[in-house]
């Protein structure tokens, strides 16, 4: 069994947190294993928790249109969420729930390495950089523990907001470059330099 296998397993026998007890079903994680991009999002929905699949509600349905509009399919790439399993009525996760699903997220993180990590909305970007506002970071990638993250609204935000729907596809046209440019620096075998980092913050 590899150890993806294994992880999602126990994400779906998981019993660390309250919200087990009111999931239909876990939700690990849906995609390629090998992908360069990762999305991380905040937690299940209704339709997440029917399915066992990140994002295939109206939110869902946001993200794969974004995908494709920068020509990806949800096949590409690596989705999954904060939390894996529903907190009761779409409520936004408590701390306790997203501090005990941290080893399966990092777990993810660690086994796919992503070339970019997508932080969709504050929950996923805090994780990243704690303290800081997803309105003033979008747009902007920045590095975390040799990795590049790329924050960015969350999709269901966007469908409240024309604005905010605006600049997630304003951030999504970028990202081509973003994992062009990650690419070519690991190729290269260049570390991530301040310089680099600087020349990232003018995406
Ligand atoms: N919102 C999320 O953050 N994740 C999902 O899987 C669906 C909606």
Same mark, same amino acid.
């Given at each position: 069994?590899?150890?993806?296998?294994?992880? @999602?397993?126990?994400?779906?026998?998981?019993?660390?947190?309250?919200?087990?007890?009111?999931?239909?079903?876990? #939700?690990?994680?849906?995609?390629?294993?090998?992908?360069?991009?990762?999305?991380?999002?905040?937690?299940?929905?209704?339709?997440?928790?029917?399915?066992?699949?990140?994002?295939?509600? /109206?939110?869902?349905?946001?993200?794969?249109?974004?995908? %494709?509009?920068?020509?990806?399919?949800?096949?590409? @790439?690596?989705?999954?969420?904060?939390?894996?399993?529903?907190?009761?009525?779409?409520?936004?996760?408590?701390?306790?729930?997203?501090?005990?699903? !941290?080893?399966?997220?990092? %777990?993810?993180?660690?086994?796919?390495?992503?070339? #970019?990590? #997508?932080?969709?909305?504050?929950?996923?970007?805090?994780?990243?950089?704690?303290?800081?506002?997803?309105?003033?970071?979008?747009? /902007?990638?920045?590095?975390?523990?040799?990795?590049?993250?790329?924050?960015?609204?969350?999709?269901? !935000?966007?469908?409240?907001?024309?604005?905010?729907?605006?600049?997630? /596809?304003?951030?999504?046209?970028?990202?081509?470059?973003?994992?062009?440019? @990650?690419?070519?620096?690991?190729?290269?075998? %260049?570390?991530?330099?301040?310089?680099?980092?600087?020349?990232?913050?003018?995406?």
């Amino acid at each position: 069994m590899s150890d993806y296998t294994t992880l @999602v397993n126990q994400i779906s026998a998981c019993t660390k947190c309250g919200l087990s007890k009111g999931r239909t079903k876990s #939700v690990p994680g849906d995609g390629s294993t090998s992908a360069d991009v990762m999305f991380i999002g905040e937690g299940p929905g209704f339709y997440e928790d029917q399915q066992g699949i990140p994002f295939v509600g /109206r939110a869902g349905n946001l993200l794969n249109e974004m995908l %494709a509009s920068i020509g990806l399919r949800r096949e590409d @790439v690596y989705i999954t969420n904060m939390v894996k399993c529903r907190p009761p009525n779409n409520r936004d996760p408590f701390p306790v729930e997203i501090s005990s699903c !941290a080893p399966y997220m990092d %777990a993810q993180i660690e086994m796919i390495q992503p070339k #970019v990590i #997508v932080a969709l909305g504050r929950y996923s970007f805090s994780k990243f950089f704690p303290g800081e506002t997803i309105g003033k970071a979008r747009g /902007r990638p920045r590095e975390w523990r040799g990795l590049v993250v790329y924050p960015m609204y969350h999709p269901a !935000a966007a469908l409240r907001s024309g604005k905010l729907h605006d600049s997630l /596809r304003q951030d999504f046209s970028k990202l081509p470059d973003l994992i062009r440019e @990650v690419s070519h620096r690991r190729e290269t075998g %260049a570390q991530p330099k301040r310089e680099t980092v600087r020349q990232m913050s003018m995406f």
